[in-house]
């Protein structure tokens, strides 16, 4: 569907075009169903045996808990990992709160690693450079941003040379693989989450994937309040209610036939608009096609530097000044809202974040040396993430969403440049 200039589409959709939300097929009722007449309805039950199942199935992993959020498996992985107060954990610095939270909530101190530019995700060269500054960090939190892996056979080999514990942050990347092998079995410890607009989801819901069985034990028994074996409550280790519900196990038990549909379907989202944006001055959030497969959870762009008009954000705000031949990322979602669309900013990296502006942050782009204070990256504009999060957004990715109403999505990002 073509729209001239003049006939300015621009009546806005009548149901909202959404970023990425809950698609439910049928199959999640019948399990839930199951577990209601069964009255096997709490944190026991055969939706969360088969959900488990299926998870290991899916990936390749030797074990699978299932918890109440992938949070709560990132908090199990830190756990497992051995984090104590005031110890270093390298994170990823673009990617959800979510991500590093967990090492708070130990004590420990996250250091943010830069992305590159390949897939936005962890920089090796970064994660290199920070085992120099801090050779005794024992763990490294990885995300897979958007559903795009990260490098992780160089992340992984750099985490064995230096000795620390690996945990691979898979909540957006279910079903994608890095050179045929699927993510989530990278690290020691790795976390997928089924929030409400992750690619397959139970309302919520997260899974932590390991190949030790000990620690999927140790997993086990945390997140059901760490009950000793004694006839009565006893308790040897501190304990957390983050077990899963044989309810949402149900929902999720549903879904996982459907996943790789949901992965064509945002996969086709994605093509098209890397087609239809194409003559635009802008770029798709990049993958190594040769040697991985994301699931395209969310389809982004990032804006050539020399077609954004002027944007400033405060910690709450955003102003842009339009102008001819140009655009910015609050000008397009500020566009999208208007037609009724959801789009999003890019996850506005942890480094430049108020609650951890404290936090050390390495980067080697620019001439090559390492920031430690993320106060001097506030002056220095030539960090990646910064750069990413300025310049990019996040586009509608819904699978429901019809080739009509993508094109006008398309459409209004066009115009925006007019
Ligand atoms: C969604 C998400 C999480 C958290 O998962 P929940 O199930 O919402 O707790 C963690 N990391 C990343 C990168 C995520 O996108």
Not at 142 to 158: C, F, M, Q, R
């Amino acid at each position: 569907m073509a729209f001239s200039e003049t006939s300015i589409i621009f009546k806005p959709f009548q149901s909202r075009v959404w970023l990425s939300s809950p698609t439910m097929h049928g199959d999640e009722q019948k399990y839930v169903q199951e577990a209601l007449d069964s009255n096997w309805v709490s944190t026991v039950g055969e939706n969360l045996n088969c959900l488990e199942k299926l998870a290991c199935e899916y990936t390749g992993c030797k074990y699978a808990v299932a918890l109440s959020a992938g949070t709560a498996a990132l908090h199990m992985a830190v756990r497992l990992a051995g984090i104590k107060p005031g110890d270093r954990v390298f994170c990823s610095d673009l990617t959800f709160d979510a991500t590093v939270n967990p090492v708070a909530y130990e004590k420990g101190e996250q250091v943010f690693i830069d992305s590159e530019r390949d897939t936005w995700n962890m920089d090796p060269a970064a994660l290199a450079k920070a085992f120099e500054l801090y050779p005794e960090t024992k763990a490294v939190i990885v995300a897979n941003l958007y559903g795009t892996p990260a490098k992780l056979d160089e992340i992984k080999s750099i985490c064995e040379k230096n000795g620390a514990f690996l945990i691979e942050d898979a909540a957006e990347s279910l079903g994608a693989t890095y050179k045929g092998i699927s993510t989530g079995l990278w690290g020691e410890a790795n976390v997928i989450s089924y929030n409400g607009n992750k690619i397959i989801t139970g309302s919520a819901g997260g899974m932590l994937l390991t190949d030790h069985r000990e620690m999927a034990e140790k997993v086990r028994k945390w997140s059901t309040q760490s009950r000793e074996k004694a006839p009565w409550y006893q308790h040897e280790e501190l304990g957390y209610n983050y077990r899963m519900s044989n309810l949402i196990a149900g929902v999720i038990r549903g879904q996982y036939s459907y996943l790789d549909d949901h992965i064509e379907q945002k996969k086709a989202i994605y093509m098209r608009y890397k087609k239809g944006l194409e003559d635009l001055p802008v770029t798709m959030n990049p993958f190594l096609s040769d040697i991985m497969k994301p699931n395209f959870w969310l389809s982004c762009i990032l804006i050539n530097k020399d077609a954004m008009c002027r944007q400033v954000r405060s910690g709450t705000e955003a102003l842009y000044i339009s102008e001819a031949g140009k655009s910015c990322p609050t000008e397009i979602l500020e566009t999208l809202a208007k037609y009724n669309a959801e789009g999003r900013p890019i996850w506005k990296p942890m480094h430049m974040q108020p609650i951890y502006r404290m936090n050390p942050f390495v980067t080697v782009e620019g001439n090559g040396r390492a920031k430690t204070n993320a106060y001097a990256v506030e002056r220095d504009l030539d960090d990646v993430g910064k750069d990413i999060f300025e310049r990019g957004l996040c586009l509608p990715s819904d699978n429901k969403m019809t080739i009509e109403e993508q094109d006008m999505i398309i459409e209004i990002i066009r115009n925006c440049f007019n």
